[in-house]
């Protein structure tokens, strides 16, 4: 079975600095990993994804996410967190045997002080 | 502009009661699904369609029932068997099963 775990439930960080979401998964078969970002009483915003290719993607917002298939993860990051990124933060598998479906992580939510 | 339309923004059931959550899109996708957000808990699969006339159940799907009768449309009615309906339900689409979703802005359905 597919499961996602996202070990943190709330990161903060100065404005300015680097910051980390992190994000483990678990599925048989080659996986599709998604992040998406959600705001207060929003739906959730697909920010990025990786299929194959290169260990690390960019997205939206000048946000990252590196895929490591030893260590099973997908960090999103980002160079210099801004106030206006404090949102909640959701990690998503797919794998690539047609027919299953999204899991998603119970979510971080992120904060950024000014 | 394309996009996903969830309405009403804010519902409230009564005791007893059938509601319908609306959610339409005009991205020309495939397929569509439901999901509940609870605090905390992340999204839950309610129901999916990757076709017009064809559903499948996900997760949750005890208390709730879906359509799919036009491509653009997928009603999800939370039926009064759901003893516990409170929550935020978010509709979504995508292209195919292994694409980023697209979602609405939701619905908060909440008991009276």
């Known amino acids: 079975a597919q499961s996602v775990a996202q070990p943190e439930d709330q990161v903060n960080v100065a404005e300015g600095n680097p910051l980390t979401v992190k994000c483990t998964y678990s599925v048989s078969g080659n996986p599709y990993l998604f992040w998406y970002v959600q705001y207060p009483n929003r739906g959730l915003q697909f920010l990025l994804k990786y299929i194959t290719g290169d260990n690390l993607v960019k997205g939206s917002y000048g946000f990252e996410a590196e895929f490591n298939k030893s260590q099973t993860s997908f960090h999103l990051k980002k160079p210099s967190a801004l106030v206006s990124d404090s949102a909640l933060y959701f990690c998503a598998v797919i794998h690539d045997n047609y027919g299953q479906n999204f899991v998603f992580g119970p979510g971080t939510r992120l904060s950024v002080l000014p | 502009d394309g996009g996903i339309t969830q309405s009403p923004k804010y519902l409230f059931r009564k005791e007893g009661q059938n509601v319908t959550l609306s959610c339409e899109q005009n991205l020309n996708h495939d397929a569509m699904y439901w999901y509940r957000q609870d605090p905390g808990q992340g999204l839950r699969l309610i129901y999916y369609s990757q076709i017009v006339n064809d559903f499948q159940k996900g997760d949750i799907a005890e208390g709730y029932s879906v359509s799919r009768e036009k491509k653009e449309s997928f009603p999800l009615t939370v039926t009064s068997a759901q003893k516990n309906p409170t929550a935020f339900y978010l509709c979504?689409?995508?292209?195919?099963?292994?694409?980023?979703?697209?979602f609405g802005d939701g619905t908060r359905l909440s008991i009276l």
């Open positions: 979504a689409s995508s292209s195919s099963i292994n694409q980023p979703q697209h």
